[in-house]
């Protein structure tokens, strides 16, 4: 069906911003992807005094409703940071300059590394068989929640766990602070690495509060209210895991997310040059490493098969013609992998190519002023040799 509709010029710009931000490909994908979310959450309404499922924009942590929201305090705004600040102990430091200060050297690493694994099983994922989320679509930010993560259990860790709840009083100020330094990294090398980051709107705080949360319930983990199931790309890609016991929710890093966090990313690398060095100046660099992108793939085969699955898939159709959005589409309607309905389909097939775009697998090129072609690169051609090959 076929409609025209007036959208009022207050929500023009905000939504442009979001088509934007989050990978939508047209207007008419994000208007269909709003309707689709709206009947959603109508359908898993329930009865009183059950619970329902947690849209993506509540907040993240889930244990009981007061603990779920970040800090509206403004008692004590901190210099040169947008929006009221969380909550922070008095014995924490500022937040300028927070990513940066904390270094993942040899000592720090030591500190991710716990003497004695819990003895009690992890919080089972919600969904060990799916591919990753279609909104999950830069992995440069999967590697950023990984690094914060980190530098969280660094600061206020204890043999290599965190707390939730000190996690959160965290996360919202190492977070603000790399997306303000990849703000200015766009603005001068005109990239786009900000993508998916958090928005930071002095104007909006409610709506910088909503993508804060986006931002953690989508590359961190995220726990659900009633079974306490977890979801986030870190904890279903296995770099993180979660425990309960009696003093709460805890997270630690595995040892596959200490390998990847060890292999060096090069924009993290060149915001701790520019630290180091004032005068140093940004450079337009790939947002992963080549040895980055072949630990994700290799990693990736392993933990979610069928992302492995779909990656080929997706790289062998363009390989054999289906090199537009059209073309894609219709070689690959007919694979479950990308969910049910259409929407939900269109959102996960365009996530796989965003994923594959940013491992240099797929390039993307503009024809005309409104049609898209894909290709294939030359790794990605040798990548379907070795697998046709095992």
Do not use: C
């Not at 919202?172 to 786009?192: F, Q």
């Not at 979801?231 to 279903?236: E, N, P, Q």
């Amino acid at each position: 069906m076929k409609a025209v509709i007036d959208i009022e010029n207050k929500n023009i710009k905000p939504m442009q911003e979001v088509i934007k931000e989050d990978g939508f490909n047209s207007a008419n994908e994000f208007i269909n992807h709003i309707i689709e979310e709206y009947i959603d959450a109508k359908k898993q309404l329930l009865p009183l005094g059950k619970e329902k499922i947690p849209n993506i924009d509540d907040l993240t942590l889930i244990e009981t409703p007061d603990h779920a929201n970040f800090s509206d305090d403004n008692k004590s705004r901190i210099p040169g940071k947008i929006g009221p600040p969380l909550q922070v102990p008095e014995s924490s430091f500022d937040y300028n300059g927070y990513f940066t200060q904390i270094k993942l050297t040899a000592s720090n690493l030591d500190k991710l590394v716990p003497e004695n694994l819990p003895d009690i099983d992890p919080q089972k994922l919600s969904d060990m068989l799916s591919m990753l989320w279609g909104q999950i679509n830069r992995l440069f930010a999967v590697k950023s929640a990984l690094s914060i993560t980190a530098r969280s259990i660094i600061m206020k860790g204890s043999n290599g766990f965190i707390n939730q709840q000190e996690f959160l009083d965290l996360v919202e100020g190492l977070s603000k602070d790399l997306t303000l330094l990849l703000n200015d990294i766009d603005s001068i090398v005109k990239t786009k690495l900000s993508v998916s980051f958090p928005k930071l709107n002095a104007e909006d705080y409610v709506s910088a509060k909503k993508s804060m949360s986006r931002f953690v319930n989508q590359y961190f983990w995220n726990i659900r209210r009633g079974n306490k199931q977890i979801d986030g790309a870190l904890a279903r890609l296995n770099f993180v895991k979660v425990y309960k016991d009696n003093a709460g929710f805890k997270i630690g890093i595995t040892p596959e997310g200490l390998k990847f966090l060890q292999i060096q990313n090069p924009i993290h690398h060149m915001i701790e040059l520019s630290d180091d060095n004032p005068s140093f100046e940004y450079q337009n660099q790939e947002s992963l490493s080549d040895e980055e992108i072949a630990f994700l793939f290799k990693h990736i085969k392993k933990v979610i098969p069928n992302e492995h699955k779909a990656m080929i898939q997706v790289i062998k159709a363009v390989y054999e013609g289906n090199d537009n959005p059209a073309k894609l589409a219709q070689h690959l309607e007919l694979e479950d992998i990308y969910g049910i309905t259409l929407k939900m389909k269109e959102t996960n097939r365009n996530g796989v190519l965003a994923r594959l775009v940013e491992m240099r697998m797929i390039k993307k090129e503009r024809v005309a002023r409104t049609n898209v072609k894909y290709l294939v690169t030359d790794d990605a051609v040798e990548l379907l040799k070795k697998e046709e090959q095992e």
